[in-house]
Nanobody
Framework: VQLQAFGGGLVQPGGSLRLSCAAS????????MGWFRQAPGKEREFVAR????????GYADSVKGRFAISRDNAKNTGYLQMNSLKPEDTALYYC??????????????WGQGTLVTVSS
């Protein structure tokens, strides 16, 4: 699976952005998907995940209620809707794909990051 994340940019605090993760190669619909981020000088952290069917989702406490993960398997694309953005959401955002049944923290494929900057 090849993944490409896009949709990042500069947004003011309180604004919204939608990130997309386009997948190609092996059947995307058989993979769980996750979003991660890495802020300057910090370690990469988990943001959100969605099961292969879309039936199950999970979020980091820091984004719960503000971010929403979704996917469209017919389009081989995953999404991360980010609302009420804060300066501390500034980071490089990565999407990743995980074969179902893997340990929760293990992802098989990673895309390149897309930069989100929240600043006035």
């Amino acid at each position: 699976v090849q993944l490409q994340a896009f949709g990042g940019g500069l947004v003011q605090p309180g604004g919204s952005l939608r990130l997309s993760c386009a997948a190609s190669g092996r059947a995307f619909s058989t993979y769980n998907m996750g979003w991660f981020r890495q802020a300057p000088g910090k370690e990469r952290e988990f943001v959100a995940r969605i099961s292969w069917s879309g039936a199950s989702t999970g979020y980091a406490d820091s984004v719960k209620g503000r971010f929403a993960i979704s996917r469209d398997n017919a389009k081989n694309t995953g999404y991360l809707q980010m609302n009420s953005l804060k300066p501390e959401d500034t980071a490089l955002y990565y999407c990743a794909a995980q074969l179902d049944g893997r340990p929760p923290s293990f992802y098989d494929y990673w895309g390149q990051g897309t930069l989100v900057t929240v600043s006035s």
